[in-house]
C-alpha cells in the first residue's frame, strides 16, 4: 500500500503562483511514475504533469506547458507541481496519483485550487 498526502491548494489571482506538493509514504519502492490530475466542476478527470520515479522523464498537458513544472524529491519520496501564470481555467481540485509497476494507481485525497480573475 501507499499513502500519498496532498498540500499547498489555495486561493490565487490570476496569474499568481502556488506549489502543490505530494509526499508518499508505504510501499514506494514499487512505484514506476507519480503525477497530478486535476477535475474541474462538471469536467472528466484530465492528467495535468507526470514524473518517472527516477525524475528522468516527464510529461505534461498542453494547456500547461511552459507554466506548470512537476519535479520530484527522492529522498523524501515528494512530488511537487509548481503552477506559475495560473488562470481561471486552471481552477479545479488536484489530485495526486501514484502509479505501480504492476499499473495500479493510488490517489490522493485532492487539494482545491482556485484562481480568481
Known amino acids: 500500500q501507499v499513502q500519498l498526502v496532498e498540500s499547498g491548494g489555495g486561493l490565487v489571482q490570476a496569474g499568481g503562483s502556488l506549489r502543490l506538493s505530494c509526499a508518499a509514504s508505504g510501499s514506494v519502492f514499487s512505484l514506476a511514475a507519480m503525477g497530478w490530475y486535476r477535475q474541474a466542476p462538471g469536467k472528466q478527470r484530465e492528467l495535468v504533469a507526470a514524473?518517472?520515479?527516477?525524475?528522468?522523464?516527464?510529461s505534461y498537458a498542453d494547456s500547461v506547458k511552459g507554466r506548470f513544472t512537476v519535479s520530484r524529491d527522492y529522498a523524501k519520496n515528494t512530488v511537487y507541481l509548481q503552477m506559475n501564470s495560473l488562470k481561471p481555467a486552471d481552477t479545479a481540485v488536484y489530485y495526486c496519483?501514484?502509479?505501480?509497476?504492476?499499473?495500479?494507481?493510488?490517489w490522493g485525497q485532492g487539494t482545491q485550487v482556485t484562481v480568481s480573475s
Open positions: 514524473i518517472s520515479i527516477s525524475g528522468s522523464s516527464t
Open positions: 496519483n501514484a502509479g505501480r509497476i504492476d499499473g495500479y494507481g493510488y
